[in-house]
């Protein structure tokens, strides 16, 4: 068997970093984006407000003829017309004396700088569907507050309104189709197929029998690509033997409509187990001569300087960038996050690396190895933030996450219950109640 390199978790970040490309772009109707990254920035076609736009129902007047309101002398004027939200500009500008009724939204006559809301005036109110009548003259009674939006206020024709790189929310494309779009430019979804491979599994919801257990890990790495953007196929609980794994990588290969998959990730089989496949498939001492020889490019088993998750796999399979992550639960969330992630994100093209770490302080002291950089599910003892402990349901002596009985990248409850995972440095070997570290707050 060839001896693995050690590499840190920021080595292999990179490596599993560099097998990918952004994904290419497509323009999609506004509510199909929603969730992909855009890929150009929206720029505005349009002046928001339009035109200098009433911001009131009310009257449209000329500040120099409503003046003397102020100083407590009564203004009486004609009114000369009606002009609603979507209709055109009035032809003429407006005269002095004169008063237009104007509704929300509606343009501003020329002329008039100033709405008066019309419960501020002898009108009171208008009349639902009695548009065009009313009375001949409006008595104005305040004045102060100009009520006109100004054109171009907001957006100018030209103006970046989203810029590429974000992900876009509802928000941001309600913004588009005021900018005068009905697409956006992204990126295509990542097409990403993820299996997991073991004899012991059974697929989830099945009575497991004996030495079995239900196939947690394809359900958490389908769900959590799915939740950061990607388009997945799931193919649950290949058993351990090459052949069948080869088979169901080739048939991955074929799962998203004769197009072929950005990425595979796997858990299961990387380790140092008599039946670890994946490890069988990838190794060059166990693949050379087999009839899956020559589909295999890349191949690096590292053992990176990580608890939980230090045996790890990458590859292509077929050309297909593959991540091959260790088959503890922990293990493969750890390991998803760190490094499924951010290949997800260069491949819907999201710019940058990732998310930052925030300060927290320990809540209770645990054990960390030397030498490794430790990943604790931890969980936040206020909602505020502040202190964290680690996370899981079954605490107390043996659950410390660096203990006898090993890393607890067994213990599933962890991942519902903690908040945030808790990241440790090589050096420390023991994280005590005060210290400060830093974690990933966890969605
Ligand atoms: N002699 C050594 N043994 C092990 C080493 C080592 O360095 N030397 N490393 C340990 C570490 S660390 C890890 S992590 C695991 C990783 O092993 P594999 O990737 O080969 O994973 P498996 O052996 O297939 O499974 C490990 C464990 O996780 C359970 N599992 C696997 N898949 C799933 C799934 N889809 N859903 C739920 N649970 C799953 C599996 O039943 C095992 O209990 O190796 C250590 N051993
Ligand atoms: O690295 Mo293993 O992932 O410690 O359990």
């Known amino acids: 068997m060839t001896r693995e390199p050690r590499r840190t978790i920021a080595q292999h970040a990179d490596d599993?970093?560099?097998?990918?490309?952004?994904?290419?772009?497509?323009?999609?109707?506004?509510?199909?984006?929603?969730?992909?990254?855009?890929?150009?920035?929206?720029?505005?076609?349009?002046?928001?407000?339009?035109?200098?736009?009433?911001?009131?129902?009310?009257?449209?007047?000329?500040?120099?003829?409503?003046?003397?309101?102020?100083t407590g002398s009564p203004v009486v004027l004609r009114v000369v017309g009606d002009v609603a939200a979507g209709a055109p500009e009035l032809d003429a500008p407006l005269g002095p004396g004169e008063a237009v009724r104007i509704m929300t939204g509606a343009p501003v006559p020329r002329g008039g700088d100033v709405v008066v809301p019309v419960e501020r005036t002898s009108t009171g109110r208008f009349t639902p569907g009695a548009a065009g009548s009313g009375p001949a003259t409006v008595e104005i009674h305040d004045a102060t507050r100009s009520n006109v939006r100004a054109r171009g206020e907001d957006v100018r024709r030209g103006d970046v309104v989203v810029e590429a790189g974000v992900v876009l929310t509802a928000r941001h494309v309600s913004v588009a189709a005021s900018a005068g779009h009905a697409t956006v430019r992204v990126h295509r979804a990542p097409r990403v197929a993820v299996l997991s491979t073991g004899s012991e599994l059974v697929a989830p919801g099945t009575a497991p029998g004996p030495g079995r257990i239900p196939d947690s890990n394809s359900v958490l790495l389908a769900a959590s690509a799915r939740a950061a953007g990607a388009r997945v196929v799931r193919r649950g609980a290949v058993g351990d033997t090459a052949p069948a794994l080869v088979a169901a990588l080739d048939d991955l290969l074929a799962a998203f409509d004769g197009a072929l998959p950005d990425l595979l990730v796997s858990t299961?089989?990387?380790?140092?187990?008599?039946?670890?496949?994946v490890r069988e498939v990838l190794d060059p001492a166990t693949r050379a001569g087999t009839a899956w020889e020559g589909a295999v490019d890349d191949a690096r088993l590292v053992a990176v300087?990580?608890?939980?998750?230090?045996?790890?796999?990458?590859?292509?399979?077929?050309?297909?960038?593959?991540?091959?992550?260790?088959?503890?639960?922990?293990?493969?969330?750890?390991?998803?996050?760190?490094?499924?992630?951010?290949v997800l994100d260069r491949l819907r093209g999201v710019p940058g690396t990732g998310r930052s770490l925030v300060g927290r302080v320990a809540g209770e002291g645990w054990s960390s190895p030397s030498g490794r950089e430790q990943l604790v599910l931890v969980r936040h003892t206020a909602p505020d933030g502040g202190q964290v402990v680690p996370a899981g349901r079954h605490r107390g002596p043996g659950s410390d996450p660096a203990g006898a009985r090993g890393s607890g990248s067994h213990r599933v409850s962890a991942l519902a219950h903690a908040d945030a995972l808790a990241v440790v440095g090589a050096d420390v070997t023991a994280v005590e109640p005060g210290d400060a570290v830093r974690v990933l707050l966890l969605d």
């Open 268 to 277: 299961g089989g990387v380790s140092a187990g008599a039946f670890d496949v």
């Open 16 to 70: 599993a970093l560099a097998l990918v490309r952004p994904t290419p772009t497509a323009d999609l109707p506004l509510e199909d984006a929603v969730g992909a990254v855009l890929a150009a920035d929206v720029v505005s076609t349009l002046d928001a407000p339009a035109f200098d736009a009433s911001a009131m129902d009310g009257y449209a007047v000329r500040s120099a003829d409503v003046a003397g309101v102020a």
């Open 305 to 342: 300087g990580m608890q939980p998750g230090k045996p790890q796999g990458i590859a292509r399979w077929r050309g297909v960038p593959w991540l091959a992550l260790p088959g503890n639960p922990v293990s493969a969330f750890v390991s998803f996050e760190l490094f499924v992630r951010p």
